[in-house]
């Protein structure tokens, strides 16, 4: 497989629609693939592709795209619901919610489509590969590939390798993320990776610092920028990744490693379960007007 890297992957598939699925299409279509964009609904699927094209939009508003290539771009997306569209990718990257579940049922669902050796990618940002692998046949095709949020503007990619995951397998995504643009990392299959592993319980001790009043939320975030050099505060970055996938992610971690170091705050179990996920429901530890 790795000595047909030029001639394969032509079509790349992307399953859910979501924040990541269409930020992944997008630059997958950016970096030449012709993409099959597969959610389970018209509406999401519709949002979906509203999203990147305003992204694009806003590239050619500011000088840094021609609508000619905006145009190439998107006319490179074909959008579906019908998962059988898959059949003839060469790599099909899952982008569904981060929950165990309902990834393997994504999973199976799609080998069951596409062909034996057409490599399956997991954008999973804490979950086993291993796992994942396992409850198909020939896992030596099933890799990670964890994007970041912002898609179009966050160079990493860690690339995990399952147990099973085969060389030609890494190599190949590893191609394929550079031809979107991207910096693979290679890392191993571990609970939260690197990443996350180190970003979340910051996220979550952040959580902590604001139940204790130690300060607002403002301050905690204005601290770790000015202070540690970070982008964005923890408190913003959590309602950017969203709260529930923050949630999700330290409870894999507490169950791996059963640390108490590891366990999600309280506040945060209690803004999930009142739907007050960040920037996707408009509330969060910050309030954000409505998208259009």
């Not at 890297?5 to 997008?26: L, P």
């Not at 997991?122 to 198909?136: A, P, R, V």
């Not at 550079?178 to 979550?204: C, H, S, W, Y």
């Amino acid at each position: 497989m790795a000595g047909e890297q030029q001639e394969r992957t032509a079509t790349i598939g992307v399953v859910g629609a979501g924040t990541m699925g269409a930020g992944i299409a997008g630059v997958a279509a950016a970096g030449g693939y012709d993409v099959i964009l597969v959610d389970k609904a018209e509406d999401f699927l519709d949002r979906g592709l509203a999203r990147i094209t305003r992204y694009l939009d806003r590239l050619v508003e500011g000088g840094r795209l021609t609508p000619e290539n905006r145009d190439t771009i998107l006319s490179r997306i074909e959008g579906t619901t019908k998962l059988e569209h898959l059949a003839g990718c060469d790599l099909v990257i899952e982008a569904v919610p981060e929950d165990h579940d309902t990834k393997v049922e994504v999973f199976r669902k799609i080998a069951e489509v596409v062909a034996d050796d057409a490599i399956i990618a997991s954008n999973t940002s804490s979950l086993s590969i291993t796992d994942l692998g396992h409850c198909i046949d020939h896992p030596e095709r099933v890799v990670g590939m964890h994007f970041f949020n912002p898609v179009p503007r966050m160079k990493l990619v860690e690339v995990v390798a399952g147990r099973q995951t085969s060389e030609e397998t890494v190599a190949f995504v590893v191609a394929t993320a550079m031809q979107m643009g991207k910096t693979p990392v290679e890392v191993a299959d571990a609970p939260g990776f690197v990443a996350n592993r180190l970003l979340i319980p910051m996220i979550n001790e952040a959580v902590f610092c604001l139940t204790e009043g130690i300060a607002t939320a403002e301050d905690i975030d204005t601290i770790m920028k000015l202070g540690a050099g970070h982008p964005m505060g923890p408190l913003e970055l959590a309602d950017l990744i969203g709260l529930d996938v923050v949630l999700n992610i330290m409870e894999v971690l507490h169950r791996e490693f059963g640390d108490d170091k590891y366990r999600p705050a309280p506040r945060l179990r209690q803004m999930v379960a009142a739907g007050q996920l960040g920037r996707k429901t408009g509330e969060g530890f910050y309030t954000y007007p409505e998208e259009p």
